[in-house]
């Protein structure tokens, strides 16, 4: 069974940091792209990061130049580097690890709560 398990979020002044990290089990990932989305409230989800099992990363306008996505494929591991924090940041933040060929599957963890304010 594939689990889904992010961390370190919490709560940050504006101008701050947080990492974030994502830990999946009960499989082997390393063909998978993951990412991070976020979610605030009233509003749809929405894609912060990826990165392809190449090492291929892709960034939201929003966050580029603030945030870093890394993977390690040995530990099934993803992490989120968030820099330079702003209050429109806050957000449920969610992992996601997907293939999109043969087999497909798509994962989801819990979320994590990151607040942004002073």
């Known amino acids: 069974q594939v689990q889904v398990e992010e961390s370190g979020g919490g709560l940050v002044q504006p101008g701050g940091s947080l990492r974030l990290s994502c830990l999946a089990s009960?499989?082997?990932?390393?063909?998978?792209?993951m990412g991070w989305y976020r979610q605030a409230p009233g509003k749809q989800r929405e894609l912060v990061a990826t990165?392809?099992?190449?090492?291929?990363?892709d960034y939201a306008d929003s966050v580029r130049g603030r945030f870093t996505v890394s993977r390690h494929n040995a530990k099934n591991t993803l992490d989120l580097q968030m820099d330079n924090l702003k209050p429109e940041d806050t957000a449920v933040y969610y992992c996601?690890?997907?293939?999109?060929?043969?087999?497909?599957?798509?994962?989801w963890g819990q979320g994590t709560q990151v607040t942004v304010s002073s």
């Open positions: 996601n690890i997907r293939r999109q060929i043969t087999p497909t599957y798509s994962f």
């Open positions: 009960g499989g082997t990932f390393s063909a998978a792209k």
């Open positions: 990165v392809t099992s190449g090492g291929i990363t």
